[in-house]
């Protein structure tokens, strides 16, 4: 089955820190892939989205490339913030079958002044 | 424009018991899907609904069910709550689309404790 595995946190960081979140996934068809994050007290807002190989999906910094060769799609900011401190999440849907996400664990991250 | 809305917001019941949570997609959105969420771990999808019927089903029992109303708001009902039902529960709705492309816009969810 389809599934997506991120790296464990939490990930604690000093403000102005570089910030990498490692996520690969195994798919059975043909996958778009997201991150999404959730602030404290918040509901899951998606963060940015890459619906094929090769494109980079960025928001607010943050960064992400679709690599199908290594089937991975890691997040990256080179400098966070105080208000970056929240739940990762990366997630994939296959496009012929739905619109199902499947997500990863999350990945907390902790940024301090 | 108001997004998608849950309720209620927090729930306490026991084991046995039913239990009903709503959801009011955004406007303009067709399609419903509802994700549990335990403590610590990813969102698991459960059902989703487009046009009032059933449109993919995780991995979840014939307790879990749900239904999608003509305005395409939706309510997902629990039977015979368990100890392992404690969990949030997240509702998300998407613009008719591709699907795989269409970005999926989450409410805040409803806290549901089983005792």
């Known amino acids: 089955g389809d599934s997506v595995t991120q790296m464990e946190g939490p990930v604690t960081l000093s403000e102005e820190a570089f910030l990498t979140i490692n996520c690969t996934y195994t798919a059975t068809g043909y996958p778009s892939l997201f991150w999404y994050v959730q602030y404290p007290g918040e509901g899951l807002q998606l963060l940015l989205k890459a619906t094929k190989a090769d494109d980079k999906g960025s928001n607010k910094g943050f960064e992400a490339t679709y690599r199908k060769e290594t089937t991975s799609f890691h997040l990256e900011k080179g400098s966070v913030q105080v208000s970056d401190s929240a739940v990762y999440f990366c997630?994939?849907?296959?496009?012929?079958?739905?619109?199902?996400?499947?997500f990863g664990g999350g990945t907390r991250v902790l940024v301090k002044p | 424009e108001t997004g998608v809305t849950q309720s209620p917001t927090h729930l306490i019941k026991t084991r046995g018991q039913q239990v009903t949570l709503r959801c009011s997609s955004q406007?303009?959105?067709?399609?419903v899907s509802w994700y549990q969420q335990a403590l610590g771990q990813g969102p698991q999808f459960i059902f989703q609904y487009y046009r009032e019927e059933e449109n993919g089903r995780g991995n979840f029992p014939p307790r879990f069910s749900g239904l999608q109303f003509p305005n395409y708001s939706s309510e997902l009902n629990v039977n015979a709550l368990e100890l392992d039902d404690s969990a949030l529960y997240l509702c998300?709705?998407?613009?008719?689309?591709?699907?795989?492309?269409?970005?999926?816009?989450f409410g805040p969810g409803t806290r549901l404790t089983v005792l």
């Open positions: 997630a994939l849907v296959i496009k012929a079958a739905g619109n199902k996400l499947t």
């Open positions: 998300a709705s998407s613009p008719p689309g591709p699907p795989g492309v269409n970005e999926q816009f």
């Open positions: 406007s303009g959105h067709n399609t």
